[in-house]
């Protein structure tokens, strides 16, 4: 059963979509909480299809917008990775007032910078009982250096932050397109949600650059985290995973897929379906509680 919600973040609403796999009568159930990508949204092909492969394997799922995407309230395009965090929270903690959720067994899962911030919410969250990151990313300044990899593609990208910077200190800002903070190939665009914003304002970058889930993830133990990247990633580079996982701490496993690309739940990828599925027996079993 999916179910459309909403709740507040700070002082905004943010929309969401509640799936519920077959309950018995006054049954609870872990939860898991679906982060989507980089100004992306909730109906996103990889946000849906983390949702109902978490439903059917028994999981109670939410997936919701991050404000300024989708149908959530905000300013369009502002994707803050410190709002992000909060909103994490908010979500957790609307999960916690559903009489099917076991407020405790609530694990957070995200994709690309979605992941990141799932990374970074586990980490200064102790009630987030688990994670799961899905070509997520550390350090947001040398995930950029690798992203712009080619001297004249680095000095573009660099040349943008100095006018973005410059602006802010005028007191005006500037948006900056999609690509030119993230590449991505061609080929693979089309895995992008429709309704992903193509505009971000410079604030986005300053966020992005800043952001180093690597300081927190270490305090993620002993609560379980699972890292999943594309062994050749285009998009967010695979040594961002890898560092990651050099700074958590046990219980942590890191997973690397061949024939993928960043897009690692594209096409029900049957083995990332099956680590997914295995690793959530192990570490994240499901539990039933009667109330």
Request: net charge negative; proline share 5%.
């Amino acid at each position: 059963m999916q179910k459309n919600i909403q709740f507040q973040s700070d002082d905004l609403t943010l929309s969401g979509t509640l799936h519920i796999p077959d309950l018995r009568a006054r049954e609870r159930k872990p939860a898991i909480i679906v982060l989507h990508g980089f100004g992306s949204n909730k109906n996103g092909g990889t946000a849906l299809a983390a949702a109902e492969l978490f439903e059917k394997l028994g999981y109670i799922a939410l997936r919701f917008d991050f404000r300024g995407c989708g149908q959530s309230q905000g300013e369009r395009g502002r994707v803050i990775c410190q709002e992000q965090v909060r909103d994490t929270s908010s979500a957790l903690a609307y999960l916690q007032t559903l009489e099917e959720v076991m407020p405790d067994q609530i694990a957070v899962t995200g994709f690309s910078f979605g992941a990141a911030v799932a990374v970074y919410a586990a980490g200064v969250n102790p009630a987030i009982a688990a994670c799961i990151s899905m070509g997520g990313w550390g350090d947001g300044a040398k995930k950029f250096r690798k992203q712009h990899a080619k001297p004249q593609d680095w000095e573009k990208f660099t040349l943008m932050m100095q006018e973005g910077q410059e602006k802010l200190a005028q007191g005006e800002s500037m948006m900056v397109s999609r690509y030119d903070i993230v590449p991505i190939r061609p080929g693979i665009r089309n895995n992008l949600s429709p309704g992903s914003h193509m505009e971000f304002p410079y604030e986005v970058v300053q966020s992005m650059f800043e952001f180093t889930a690597n300081e927190v993830v270490g305090q993620i133990a002993p609560r379980p985290l699972l890292l999943l990247h594309a062994a050749v990633d285009t998009v967010t580079p695979t040594e961002q995973s890898i560092d990651l996982f050099a700074h958590a701490k046990q219980p942590a496993e890191l997973h690397l897929f061949s024939d993928v690309d960043h897009f690692l739940l594209a096409g029900e990828n049957q083995i990332v379906h099956a680590t997914l599925a295995s690793w959530l027996s192990k570490y994240f079993p499901l539990k039933h509680q009667s109330v």
